[in-house]
């Protein structure tokens, strides 16, 4: 039954994979610190999608408490200026709101994001998913609202001591930020944020 169940989850998985893969045409743009970054167009949309691929030491359990220290995100998550938890179902769902900063003379900009996570019992992998939730709560005077938010992580060990992590993530930072000035920076935020992990990690 163990392994019916786990072979059931890596094809589960795997299909997941693929679709979110599916719909994307990736570009490398950089490759530094052994971390890699890709861009993609997403039909439709002005915004980019970002890719993150990279091996870094570390254990699942020293990833999920930098995770779930929510409030703490902000010591790695580039330019974020906070973060709480809003409501929180179990340790593996949540939603949380978060704070960007954003250069004068643009406004902050905020998100409410669902936040879940699943793993099977070995693990093998983990997952976890950040889905844009902006009709959650009341938007905040002062601020703009993040329209569109997706995120997904995969994390896999390579071996007992190392972890391979592939992101993407789309979103829409909505307001009156250019496409073209907004996509121009896209891959600074995700790479800085991936350095900023990879040395907590080591810590």
Known sequence: MLLIRSLFLFLLNAGLWHHCHGQYRWKQVKDKDGIRVFLSEVEGKSYKA???????????????????????????????????ILKQITSQEYWIHSETHLPWPMSNRDAVIHVRMRTDSLPYFFIRTGTGEP?????????????????????TMPSAQTLHIDYIVEADPG??????????????GPYETFK????????
């Open 50 to 84: 970002v890719r993150v691929e990279c091996t870094f030491p570390g254990t699942y359990q020293k990833l999920f408490s930098l995770l779930d220290d929510i409030p703490n995100n902000k010591d790695w998550v580039y330019n974020l200026k906070n973060s709480r």
């Open 135 to 155: 009709k959650f709560i009341p938007e905040n005077s002062g601020l703009v609202r993040v329209p569109h938010y997706y995120a997904h992580w995969k994390v």
């Open 175 to 188: 307001g009156s930020i250019p496409a073209w000035l907004s996509n121009m920076f896209v891959d600074k």
């Open 196 to 203: 900023k992990l990879k040395d907590l990690l080591q810590k």
